[in-house]
């Protein structure tokens, strides 16, 4: 079975930290996704990457940015949080070639 | 730019009923098209993938069918149970092809 994890299930930052989400994939996957999921809003792609250090933007990558440095690993990289960026993050992966996204269990943020 | 629309945002059902969630699509271009489930607080869980060759899929009591040239999809879920009891989610391929669109969810409830 695919298995896509992330770094922790809940987390609680101050603004203006700088905070670190992780998101580890084993099936050797070449894609790998970072979303946000706002009530209402559904999801909303914030990076992707196709290859390491490869990286491309998505619908909203104002105040992130990312880092794929290994294959399996894709971090999600908050450089000065702020309060409209608690939210749920979720993290997928898929193969170059196949369909499906494969989704870790999600983190949810707070910023206070 | 590719939009996912979801109808209903709730619903709510006796345990029994057969029931369908709808998704709609703008750009009809696709090459596939996916559902999800999501729990509350969890993260997604892949339930069917719809080749664009294809006209419906099946898992168990789930039927999905896709209608390309009406940008529609419909999820049938027979003989509802409570444990159907969360959002089911639809995703579309963007128009360039590089990653999904997401609809909002429909939050299904089955009561017992």
């Known amino acids: 079975d695919v298995k896509v994890t992330q770094s922790s299930r809940y987390l609680v930052k101050r603004t203006g930290e700088k905070v670190f989400l992780e998101c580890v994939q084993d099936?050797?996957?070449?894609?790998m996704f970072w979303y946000r999921q706002d009530p209402g809003l559904g999801l909303r792609l914030i990076y992707f990457s196709y290859d390491v250090k490869m990286k491309e933007k998505g619908d909203i990558p104002e105040g992130y940015s990312v880092s794929r440095e290994k294959k399996e690993r894709f971090s999600l990289i908050l450089e000065s949080a702020s309060t409209n960026q608690t939210s749920m993050y979720l993290c997928a992966s898929s193969d170059r070639e196949a369909d499906t996204q494969y989704f870790g269990p999600g983190t949810r943020l707070t910023v206070l | 730019k590719q939009e996912v629309t979801q109808i209903p945002a709730a619903l709510s059902v006796p345990e029994g009923e057969n029931l369908v969630l709808n998704c709609s699509f703008t750009?009809?271009?696709?090459?596939?098209l996916q559902w999800f489930r999501q729990d509350p607080g969890k993260g997604l869980t892949s339930l069917l993938l719809?080749?664009?060759?294809?006209r419906e899929q099946t898992s168990g009591r789930l039927n999905a069918s896709l209608d390309k040239s009406s940008g529609r999809s419909t999820l049938y879920i027979a003989a509802s149970q409570p444990g159907d009891s969360a959002t089911y989610l639809c995703?579309?391929?963007?128009?360039?092809?590089?990653?999904?669109?997401f609809g909002a969810g429909t939050r299904l409830t089955v009561k017992p």
């Open positions: 995703a579309a391929p963007s128009s360039n092809n590089n990653d999904m669109r």
């Open positions: 750009d009809s271009a696709i090459y596939n």
């Open positions: 099936m050797d996957h070449e894609n």
């Open positions: 719809i080749q664009s060759s294809q």
